[in-house]
């Protein structure tokens, strides 16, 4: 049995959908801080707190886990800066007693949630698994520390481990099941469908002098069904493989180019209002998948159109 901890959220849940479609036996737990209950669609769930090590042993001991899938994690780059505290508790700490409770029940085997974050500001692009991590927030920081220890524990316990730094995740799953649902939302392409339904004024456009053919930011966005893929694939070759992998398109948008494509979709006027820029964000982030597809022979599969397409659908029938 697999157990998909953060399974309630918006990664984890697309990708509890992909195992069990594929027949595995999976568990959730979730403490439901940020996830959604309406988000597990069809596994067992168990309501479970990574700072409480108790509860988490007692999952490990009710069913038979093989292997384990961790996305429980804030993830707020802004929040991270004002309260690190939260994000090293949580982040750093929460994991350690999730290592330590598998390794007390002689579970090895896990899949990690990583960040492009934990590159900070590139020194080339698209970036790859070789290049230099420096972190210039404390939520980066949290995610490259897991690495480290992870690293750590594989010489020392023999834990197997695979952590997927993911760049952009976005889109909903193509049946309308599942979605994004962040509050508060701070995401681009939710954030500009939002801005075109007139749930919201308009879209700020963070940056419009970056050294770019538009002068706004450039990200990989990768679809999350793609990205649910890939979860199941590094299960399946957790035995053979210890590492990170970096998952992206190989392929940059910007900004002003997910407005258009969005326009172009929906077919209504997207109301744009020009700011400064975001603290904290580089100019152009994308990644090289060929690890990705050498390691896991994972390769995406849905392009920008079917990402802006499912995120609309979502948007206009949100199930929570
Ligand atoms: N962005 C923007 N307006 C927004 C939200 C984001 O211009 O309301 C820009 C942001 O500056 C970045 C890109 O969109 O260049 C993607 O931001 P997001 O927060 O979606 O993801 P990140 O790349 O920070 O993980």
């Known amino acids: 049995m697999i157990l998909v901890v953060g399974g309630a959220g918006y990664i984890g849940s697309h990708t509890v959908k992909n195992m069990i479609a594929n027949g595995y036996d999976v568990v959730v737990a979730d403490n439901l801080s940020t996830?959604?209950?309406?988000?597990?669609?069809t596994a067992?769930?168990?309501?479970?707190?990574?700072?409480?090590?108790?509860?988490?042993?007692?999952?490990?001991?009710?069913?038979?886990?093989?292997?384990?899938?961790?996305?429980?994690?804030?993830?707020?780059?802004?929040e991270s800066v004002k309260n690190p505290s939260k994000y090293y508790n949580n982040n750093v700490v929460g994991t350690l007693n999730l290592l330590n409770v598998m390794l007390d029940n002689n579970v090895k085997n896990i899949v990690f949630s990583s960040t492009a974050a934990v590159f900070g500001?590139?020194?080339?692009?698209?970036i790859d698994e070789n290049h230099n991590t420096n972190p210039i927030n404390p939520y980066g920081q949290s995610k490259l520390m897991i690495e480290k220890i992870f690293k750590d524990y594989r010489n020392a316990y023999g834990l197997n481990y695979i952590a997927l730094r993911y760049f952009n995740a976005s889109g909903c799953s193509l049946d309308g099941s599942l979605g994004e649902s962040h509050n508060p939302e701070t995401h681009l392409i939710p954030l500009v469908l939002k801005a075109i339904k007139g749930e919201n004024d308009s879209i700020k456009i963070f940056g419009t002098d970056y050294d770019t053919p538009d002068g706004t930011?450039?990200?990989?966005?990768?679809?999350?069904?793609?990205?649910?893929?890939?979860?199941r694939l590094a299960i399946e070759?957790?035995?053979?493989?210890?590492?990170?992998?970096?998952?992206?398109?190989?392929?940059?948008?910007?900004?002003?180019?997910?407005v258009k494509i969005s326009e172009d979709i929906t077919g209504k006027k997207c109301p744009v209002v020009l700011e400064g820029r975001r603290p904290g964000d580089p100019g152009i982030l994308y990644t090289s998948n060929q690890k990705a597809l050498d390691v896991l022979g994972w390769k995406p599969k849905l392009?920008?159109?079917?990402?802006?397409k499912t995120a609309w659908d979502w948007e206009l029938n949100k199930k929570y």
């Open 35 to 41: 996830g959604h209950k309406e988000a597990v669609l």
């Open 44 to 78: 067992d769930f168990e309501l479970a707190d990574l700072m409480d090590k108790d509860s988490l042993d007692k999952i490990f001991k009710k069913y038979k886990i093989d292997s384990v899938i961790h996305f429980a994690a804030f993830a707020s780059v802004a």
């Open 121 to 126: 500001n590139p020194e080339y692009t698209p």
């Open 217 to 231: 930011c450039i990200r990989d966005f990768i679809h999350v069904e793609d990205l649910a893929e890939a979860h």
């Open 237 to 258: 070759k957790i035995a053979d493989f210890s590492g990170v992998i970096n998952l992206g398109t190989n392929k940059g948008t910007s900004v002003r180019e997910i």
């Open 303 to 308: 392009n920008m159109e079917t990402i802006i």
